[in-house]
Antibody
Framework: QLQLQESGPGLVKPSETLSLTCTVS??????????WAWIRQPPGKGLEWIGS???????YYNPSFKSRVSISVDTSTNQFSLRLTSVTAADTAVYYC????????????WGQGTLVTVSS | DIQMTQSPSSVSASVGDRVTITCRAS??????LGWYQQKPGKVPKLLIS???SLQSGVPSRFSGSGSGTDFTLTISSLQPEDFATYYC?????????FGGGTKVEIK
């Protein structure tokens, strides 16, 4: 059974960089069938897609994040990571890692989510 | 970007009621539409893909329909475990976008 687990700091200071890692178990991140994604949900609000990355390093980002976001995949550790720079309080959210197929862009597996609070 | 608009934003219903949630896309997305259920403090769960294809293990009281720009999620007979927030998501093109959510509450 595929499992995804987020890890990283729960508190980040304004203007600093948010870094999270998602560890994939029960399956290979190197599969050509899937993209690996990050989605966030501010407290009490809806879901926002951040970006999706293929194991090869090609992928897509939400333009609303402009150049602040990057996602990387490490096939040697079966992990992928999110970096979000210059954070503000508006970036406070539960961050989920998830998977979708390379053809069908539905999120079928999700991590449990991790709350990241941006505060000094 | 394709904007997804859900209505209503919340609905109060009783066990056994039929509930219908609507999702409208700002441009045609064929049937590239998914529905998710999220219970408080829990992870979203994919219920339906391709507008009407029920995921394995999802009760048959859930159904989806629509194509182009207008879609519906119907719960034929609401059960206690169905009280949750439901989101639609377009899977037609990047950037992937979600609707704002519909909270189904106990009447």
């Amino acid at each position: 059974q595929l499992q995804l687990q987020e890890s990283g700091p729960g508190l980040v200071k304004p203007s600093e960089t948010l870094s999270l890692t998602c560890t994939v178990s029960g399956g290979s991140i190197s599969s050509s069938s899937y993209y690996w994604a990050w989605i966030r949900q501010p407290p009490g609000k809806g879901l926002e897609w951040i970006g999706s990355m293929f194991y090869s390093g090609s992928g897509y980002y939400n333009p609303s994040f402009k150049s602040r976001v990057s996602i990387s995949v490490d096939t040697s550790t079966n992990q992928f990571s999110l970096r979000l720079t210059s954070v503000t309080a508006a970036d406070t959210a539960v961050y989920y890692c998830a998977r979708h197929r390379s053809v069908y862009y539905y999120f079928d597996y999700w991590g449990q989510g991790t709350l990241v609070t941006v505060s000094s | 970007d394709i904007q997804m608009t859900q209505s209503p934003s919340s609905v109060s219903a009783s066990v056994g009621d039929r509930v219908t949630i609507t999702c409208r896309a700002s441009q045609g997305i064929s049937t590239w539409l998914g529905w998710y259920q999220q219970k408080p403090g829990k992870v979203p769960k994919l219920l339906i893909s391709a507008a009407s294809s029920l995921q394995s293990g999802v009760p048959s009281r859930f159904s989806g329909s629509g194509s182009g720009t207008d879609f519906t999620l119907t719960i034929s007979s609401l059960q206690p475990e169905d009280f949750a927030t439901y989101y639609c998501q377009q899977a037609n093109s990047f950037p992937l976008t979600f609707g704002g959510g519909t909270k189904v509450e106990i009447k």
